[in-house]
Structure formats: C-alpha cells, structure tokens
C-alpha cells in the first residue's frame, strides 16, 4: 500500500518563490541522503502552506509515498508523541496492528526496516522541539522530511538539517493574496486602500486571509473602511477575527501562554521599547536586569520566532506580534519606558563628551555618567548614528509621559549628533520639542542653548527669519549669568548676517562674542570666535588679515576637529590670495586630523577645498573625483550642502570644453557650519 496523507495543497498561494526555488535546489543536491529540512517562522506566517505547496509539486520524486502528521505544539489538544506517531506511520505503511511492537524502540527499528531503501516524503507539521522529531526520522537516504515549527529547532542542525525561515510577505505579495481571494477588480477599484490594507495585516497570511474572508461574505463592504477598522492599533488584532473560527489573537496566544515567566515579561515590556528595534542593553534596562541573563532569554524569544533579530545583538518585533505583546497588559510597563528612556540619555551623554570634549554642559548627568563606553570620538559618534532614531523615538515618548527633564537633557546630548552628522529634519523636532521642555522645566541656561543649537539648523537650512527670532530671545534673556549662551547666540547672529552678505554687521557680531568670550575666560570659545572673523575677513576680501587672525586662533585651540577647521579657512584664505601651494598642505594636514574622527560632513567640506584648488589648477578630472568623495561623506543624508556639490559637478561638466578653469562664483564650503559652544 502507498500511503498518499499529505492534506491538499493550498487553494490560495502567492509569492515564496525564493524558498521554493532553494527548496528545489537542495532535493537536486541531496541525491545520495536524506533531505531533513525545518521550516520555521512566526504564527500564522504560512509555513504549512509552503511546506504543501512545495511537497505536492514534487510529488512524483516520491514513488513511494508521503506521509503525514500533525504534532500538535500548539493545539488544543495534547501534542502527540513518537510512540503514537510511529504506529500510525506504521500502520499507513500496511504493517497489521497486531505485528507493531509496543515499545518506542521495537518501534522505531520496524519503522527503519520498513522505510529502508523507499523514496517517500515526511511532513511533521507544527513540532514542538528537536527531542519530539528525532525519534521519528527514517533512515531511507532516498526520503525527505520536512519539519515546520514556530521554534527554529536549531538542535536538528546536528542531524544535518537544512533551515528555511518564513518571514512575512511583501506588499506586493499580500496584495496578491487579497487579490486570489476577493477578486481582481474589487482590489484595483481602491489601489491605494488595497496597499494599505496589505500594509497592517503585516504581510501575514493567516491575517490576509481573515481579512479577505471578511471582505469576500460582505462584497458591498469597501477595502476603504476595513483600513480604517484596522488603523486604530489598540482595536486591529480583535477585527482580525472571523465569527471566532479563525482569529489572529487566538494564533499568538497559543505561542505566548508556553513561555516561561521571564520569557512573558521580556515579551511584554520590550514590545513598548520607544523605537522599532532595540539592542540587548536596552532590553535589560526595560528589565531592570542583568545583561547576560537578558541575553539569554531574548535568544530564546528568537528560537521561539516570537522576535526577529537583524543583526549582532539588534532585535525586532513584527508589527502584530508587537500589539498582541502590547495587549498582554503588565503593570512595570511605564517605569520600564522610563527605564530604557533614561539608559539612552547616559549612553548619549557618555558619547557627546567623547565626541566633543570640552564643551559646556548644563544637564546634570554630565558630572555622574562614566564615559568608558566608547574609546573614540568616531566610536561615539557611530553609536549616535546607529541609535539614531531611538533616540528621538525615547525623546517623543518622554514628551507624550510628561517627563520634561528628560526630554530636553536628552536634546542637549544628542548635540554631537546634529553638529556633526546634521540630519536636520530630527534636529529641528528635538529642539523645539527641548526648548519647550527647558522652558517648563525652569531651566533658562538649557533654553538658551537649545535655542541656539537649533539657530544653527535654521541658518544652515536657509530659515534664516526663524534663526533671528530664536536668536534674539537668547540675547533678550540670557543675561550676566549666562555669558556662555550670549557669546554663541551673537556668533549665531554674525552667521545669519553673513548669509545675507552683510558682512560688516557679522564682523561687528563675531567681535563682540570675542568680548563676551574674553571676560569670560573662555579659550576655546575665544579661538571659535576669532575664528569666525577670519572667516568673514576672507569674505570681505581681506586674506592676508584672515590668514593673521586664523594662525592667532589656531594657538587658542586643543581639539583636533577645532584645528583642523581653522586649517581649512586658512587654506581659503591662501587660495584667494593665489597661493594654492600652502593651501593644499593645508588641506592635506585636515584630510588626516579628520579621516578618523567621524565628522563626515566635515570631511566633506576638505574634498569640496581640495575640488576648489584643483579647478584653479586646471585639473578638472581631479576636481570632480574630489566633489564625488565629498559627496560620498554624506551617503543618504539630505543636507543642504548635497545640492551645491551636486551644481557644481555639474558646472565642472557645463565648462569641461572652456579654456579657463571654472571657479564657483559661491564656494560650496563654508556655506554650513555648526560650532555651538
């Protein structure tokens, strides 16, 4: 007797052409033994689906049969064991019951007899663990065994098991499964509804389906309401319920109530960590626990598929496991926000005193946080980039929670983020959520220099209006308590000036913040501002006196990044007096104070220097590989300073045939800057 058991194939089946494809792949490999193959992946992913879909179009390798078994991890009912399974397989391969011996062991040694040399397919659906599948694999190398699981079952790689993990589908690919079920056209009259409503079952099949089912027993029933049935997120797992025959919720509830104590709560809370990933010591914070034991349960919430991780130490929740997480209330909930909140403002702390050393700090954990954490400022800084928007995710929840404190201290220290990397669209939200926090708070100093730190984003994005207002509150309030603030809100001033060619005004400006500086005793600040008049001086044509001033700065200045700008107006300096010889050596000795700092639209701002020298020079091919490096350095940030090294590449090609040079009317370097004392 052939035995024939697997259930059909599905009706309804999109998508999956990659597993599919290496599924295939591995059944033309394996010709001399035995195919093991886990598919696992989260509840209701379409694991079985595959799994069928994949057996029943291979069917003819199987001459002698497949057989088939449901193992129950996640049933209502008890899940079944090898000694059972056994004597069904048996019994479905024609051995008379009373010919199947009653122990395990008897049976799996007929099991192998029977099996021995037979080209068949096993499939064991939902398994519970590598111990309740390993008492059950023939020995045949002509067979294939295919295991599908919402565990990994990592311990079957032992047994030479090859692994497939079933993620959720595309929008694409939900789109198409609506489509097989509601109908073509019904979809493509509400195109954009379609998307959206793909988008929030989170490309699970189970949801698809629930949802398409729904829309099929309602054909007047427009996609456009069911979205706004499922926007609300606290109500979208209970519409995902179909009369209560197949229900979303019901699917995860099954994985959460066999987790052990620890393992809920880590689901619980980190499913209200403030961004949409998170790292292990996040995961701890929210736990109030010790890193390693944290460890260890996230690893098992990922064997588990109950996470996804995305990389070294980097976790995820897909979009309906983290609201049935949500739904599953627990009452540290709000101080484990608080927690991670917290965690990441000392971390930011800790990094922006590496990143820029030196620089005055109000927020009061600046005296407490050790800054052991990173060893540089590049390592700083790239912790800051990584963990970007956590941190404003951890801000916004901070402001929705009502803690002020922690909202505009979480702002002041993400500064060296900003300055050095820009993203200015997270700048400006920060800041003004910061200086309204400042402001209630009763921290006029930490207003003030929000204010100017987001003075600086303003200019650098040409609100040069909104830059004055936020300005001059600084100047109208910060008063002799506060000369710190006042020097930079009139270096700020001296740069909005300086944008609108009045260059007089920002001359005037950049002295007097030297003043302020002065009387306070402020060397650094002293060297920045000088700074700033050596800058305006090259603007207003007077070189060689800039060239004095920035050489008088230079001295003023211990930080690497703070000389290594003053060498780059210096090299402005020498290059509209004509010397392009001290310019590049100038350029030169930046390019390598800069290269492993991490400041990389600094380093951008060198390339766009060393283009300009190289255009004077008549070297255009040099020029534009130097615009191209500069381009480099910002990546996919949006900066302003991308579309002026962008204009004049293109002005290089515009010119490349003329006899002279092309030299920018407007130099694209120092149009931005971002020093805030």
Avoid at 103 to 127: E, N, P, Y
Avoid at 193 to 201: K, R, S
Avoid at 356 to 361: A, E, K, L, Q
Wanted: hydrophobic residues 40%; proline residues 4%; charged residues 30%.
């Amino acid at each position: 007797m052939v035995p024939h058991q697997l259930p059909s194939a599905p009706r309804v089946f999109v998508s999956r052409h990659d597993e599919l494809t290496e599924l295939a792949r591995w059944l033309g490999e394996e010709v001399d033994r035995q195919l093991l193959v886990v598919v696992s992946g989260p509840a209701g992913v379409g694991k079985t689906s595959l799994a069928l879909r994949w057996l029943h179009d291979a069917r003819t390798t199987f001459p002698d049969g497949q057989l088939y078994v449901d193992l129950g991890a996640h049933s209502q009912a008890e899940a079944a064991q090898p000694n059972e399974v056994l004597e069904w397989f048996l019994g479905a391969l024609g051995v008379e019951p009373d010919l199947i011996p009653p122990g395990l062991a008897q049976r799996q040694a007929l099991f192998r007899s029977v099996t021995a040399d037979k080209s068949f397919a096993i499939l064991f659906d939902d398994a519970a663990s590598a111990g309740q599948v390993r008492p059950l694999l023939p020995a045949s190398s002509r067979c294939v065994v295919v295991v599908t699981s919402r565990w990994r079952l990592s311990p079957l790689g032992v047994d030479g098991a090859r692994f497939i993990e079933v993620g959720p589908m595309g929008v694409a690919a939900s789109v198409e499964l609506l489509e097989q079920i509601v109908g073509e056209q019904r979809l493509s009259d509400e195109a954009e509804a379609a998307e959206e409503l793909a988008a929030l079952c989170g490309g699970l099949p189970i949801a698809l389906r629930v949802i398409g089912a729904r829309l099929s027993r309602r054909p007047r029933r427009s996609l456009s309401r069911e979205v706004v049935e499922l926007r609300t997120e606290s109500r979208r797992l209970s519409n995902m319920d179909l009369d209560g025959s197949t229900s979303v919720r019901t699917v995860l509830d099954m994985s959460y109530v066999e987790l052990a104590p620890r393992q809920q709560k880590l689901y619980r809370l980190t499913a209200w960590h403030p961004g949409t990933s998170f790292g292990v010591e996040a995961a701890a914070a929210m736990m109030n626990d010790d890193i390693g034991e944290v460890e260890d349960e996230l690893d098992d919430l990922i064997e588990k598929n109950l996470l996804t991780e995305l990389g070294d130490d980097r976790f995820r929740f897909h979009d309906l496991l983290r609201l049935h997480a949500r739904g599953q209330d627990d009452p540290e909930r709000e101080d484990a926000i608080r927690r991670v909140v917290e965690w990441y403002r000392d971390r930011s702390v800790a990094a922006d005193i590496v990143a820029i050393p030196g620089r005055p700090r109000v927020g009061p954990r600046y005296h407490v946080v050790r800054t052991g954490a990173f060893a540089t400022r590049a390592e700083a800084l790239g912790w800051l980039e990584h963990e970007r928007d956590n941190l404003v995710h951890a801000l916004r929840a901070a402001q929705d929670f009502g803690w002020l404190d922690l909202v505009w201290q979480m702002c002041e220290a993400m500064w060296a983020l900003f300055q050095r990397r820009h993203h200015y669209s997270d700048w400006v939200l920060t800041h003004e959520l910061g200086i309204r926090a400042a402001q209630e708070c009763g921290e006029p100093v930490a207003e003030a220099r929000l204010r100017n730190q987001l003075a600086v984003a303003l200019t650098n994005l040409g609100r040069v209006d909104e830059a004055l207002r936020e300005l001059r509150a600084v100047l109208d309030h910060a008063g002799e308590q506060d000369l710190g603030s006042r020097a930079t809100a009139l270096v700020q001033l001296g740069r909005a000036h300086r944008t609108r060619g009045q260059l007089d005004v920002a001359l005037d400006c950049f002295r007097q913040a030297v003043d302020v500086e002065t009387r306070q005793g402020r060397t650094r600040g002293i060297g920045l501002a000088r700074r700033r008049v050596g800058e305006v001086l090259i603007d207003m044509g007077r070189a060689d006196d800039a060239v004095c001033e920035l050489r008088e700065c230079e001295a003023l200045l211990d930080d690497g990044v703070d000389k290594a700008r003053v060498w780059m107006f210096t090299a402005r300096a020498h290059l509209a007096a004509g010397r392009h010889r001290d310019a590049e050596e100038l350029l030169d000795a930046a390019l390598v104070a800069l290269q492993d700092s991490g400041s990389s639209a600094h380093l951008a701002d060198v390339f766009v220097l060393k283009a300009e020298v190289a255009e004077r020079h008549g070297t255009v091919e040099q020029a534009r590989d130097q615009y191209r490096s500069a381009l480099a350095c910002y990546g996919d940030s949006v900066d302003p300073s991308v579309e002026r090294i962008q204009t004049a590449l293109a002005a290089l090609d515009w010119n490349q045939d003329e006899s002279a040079p092309h030299v920018p009317e407007q130099q694209v370097s120092g149009t931005r800057e971002c020093e805030c004392r």
